[in-house]
């Protein structure tokens, strides 16, 4: 299919940034290294990226503590920090084309999606964060009369934000603007496969008025940029959205360095149960297969494990693979696209791995399973649905962060919230039922950070978004973040 003339001519007056942000300067790593940056649509490199090692790492974390120390913008008064971000948010608003097309050819998401979802989520998270840092306050305590006692929130220092390939721009801002707002520096460490929304937000950062040092960007590696940060005896804390594996690395780094706090948010197996007494089994039925499918599955919240009653599974699974049959892998430019390419080979052949595993195991196929569209270059799996998915099957305990959804019966409600809660992660649950008392006691029973009744994913910047056991701990959105990044201080004052 030919993509349309204003996306093909927009896509050539791209001019890709690869250059890291450190001390308000974009430069180059000291060693001169790069790496190639693909594009998962076509399996084309995109373009050289600077692959920052120890000393730009040291660099930019000396760059945000002298930032700190002397106050260029720890100090600054509320309504001085607030019109600088609000002055970010409109550059990002009117560079918001740019910012999509750069997410949709580095991680391969539609980019209807980039444009309607990232982007503008985005852009809201940095406005809401503006119009919250003024809205933090600090409280008196009860003491003697002859003595002041009060508490105050005070930033932390200087915060590495560690961020994901799924959703770049939109996870970094969840980090970077609390943090922000806070009064602290950041360094930013976007994942290897997806720098370029990251470099363009630094720039845009130093064009709104953020004083150099205040936020610096150093992509490359994880296990060269990003361990270098997490080792760092001069950063005070260490926000983290990405895998348990590098989670846990993290806590080690944490203890190994300066017991730097640690916030963690991590995996998920998020089941969505679906009881005979739905209200609504159409709509069940888009939530099920949008739930695990959106953004080809590559979603910490994505509901993999479909829990079914017995008495409505067979109709429901073929309600939800009607959806899935119209989710057509297809360019990730093409404005028509819903299914884009999976964010690399190696997370392609992942996928690919686990649906010949659920094979293996027993699980009966019902949608799905095949790579396609290879006479492009680019990574792409079909969405794919197992019924008959055991409790101890490998689909059913391992995160597979693609587009792969299992199915599981159940006859009685108890037995649906065991099933539910039978895993080491806890990030997100949902429930479908006509009954107020099953519902509302159902999101007690449910162990996960995230509840959602009749709905997926039916949240947004208002409320706290993190998860209870594997699936990590801190909360990123809504007021909660803010006091992720302050230390609260208690202060006596004696009266004489």
Excluded at 55 to 63: E, K, L, Q, T, Y
Excluded at 109 to 118: L, M, Q, S
Excluded at 337 to 363: H, K, P, W
Excluded at 386 to 410: C, I, K, N, Q, Y
Aim: contains cysteine.
């Amino acid at each position: 299919m030919t993509l349309p003339a204003a996306i093909t001519d927009a896509v050539a007056r791209l001019t890709l940034p690869g250059l890291a942000v450190i001390d308000g300067a974009l430069v180059e790593a000291a060693s001169g290294a790069v790496f190639h940056n693909v594009s998962p649509r076509d399996g084309q490199v995109l373009n050289a990226v600077a692959s920052c090692g120890q000393v730009d790492v040291d660099r930019a974390v000396a760059s945000a503590r002298a930032a700190f120390e002397d106050g260029r913008w720890r100090d600054l008064g509320p309504r001085q920090k607030k019109a600088i971000l609000f002055r970010l948010a409109e550059l990002m608003e009117r560079d918001a084309e740019e910012l999509a097309l750069l997410e949709s050819l580095d991680v391969g998401k539609p980019i209807r999606d980039a444009r309607a979802v990232d982007i503008p989520l985005a852009i809201n998270t940095c406005r809401w964060y503006a119009e919250a840092l003024d809205k933090v306050y600090g409280e008196v305590g009860t003491s003697p009369v002859d003595r002041l006692s009060y508490a105050v929130h005070e930033p932390l220092g200087v915060i590495g934000a560690i961020v994901p390939w799924n959703f770049p721009l939109h996870m970094a801002m969840w980090k970077v603007a609390p943090a922000l707002a806070m009064g602290n520096s950041v360094v930013l460490k976007p994942a290897e496969q997806s720098p370029l929304t990251a470099l363009k937000l630094g720039e845009l950062a130093l064009e709104a008025g953020l004083p150099p040092g205040v936020l610096n960007v150093v992509p490359g590696l994880g296990a060269t940029a990003g361990e270098a940060l997490a080792l760092s005896m001069d950063v005070d804390m260490i926000a983290f959205t990405g895998s348990g594996p590098v989670g846990r690395k993290l806590m080690e780094y944490s203890a190994r360095s300066n017991l730097k706090r640690v916030s963690l948010e991590l995996g998920g197996k998020s089941p969505q149960i679906v009881f005979a007494d739905c209200p609504d089994l159409d709509a069940a039925a888009q939530a099920a297969a949008w739930g695990v499918f959106y953004n080809q599955g590559e979603v910490c919240t994505a509901a993999s494990r479909l829990l079914v009653e017995a008495s409505i599974k067979t109709d429901f699974v073929a309600r939800v693979a009607a959806v899935a049959r119209d989710m057509v892998p297809g360019d990730p430019l093409d404005p028509g696209t819903v299914f884009g390419a999976m964010v690399s080979e190696r997370q392609m052949n992942t996928a690919l791995d686990y649906i010949a595993t659920a094979d293996s195991q027993g699980a009966r196929r019902v949608l799905g399973g095949q790579r396609v569209r290879r006479d492009s270059g680019g990574f792409y799996v079909e969405p794919t649905i197992f019924d008959r998915v055991e409790a101890d099957s490998t689909l059913a305990r391992e995160e597979v962060f693609g587009p792969v959804l299992g199915v599981m019966g159940f006859e009685t409600e108890a037995e649906a919230f065991h099933l539910a809660n039978d895993t080491v992660y806890g990030l997100a649950a949902g429930l479908w039922t006509s009954d107020i008392n099953r519902a509302l006691g159902g999101a007690r029973k449910l162990k996960a950070g995230l509840v959602w009744v009749n709905g997926w994913d039916a949240c947004d910047i208002t409320m706290p978004f993190g998860g209870f056991k594997q699936s990590g701990f801190g909360r990123d959105r809504s007021l909660h973040a803010l006091h992720k990044y302050a230390d609260l201080k208690s202060v006596s004052v004696t009266l004489r």
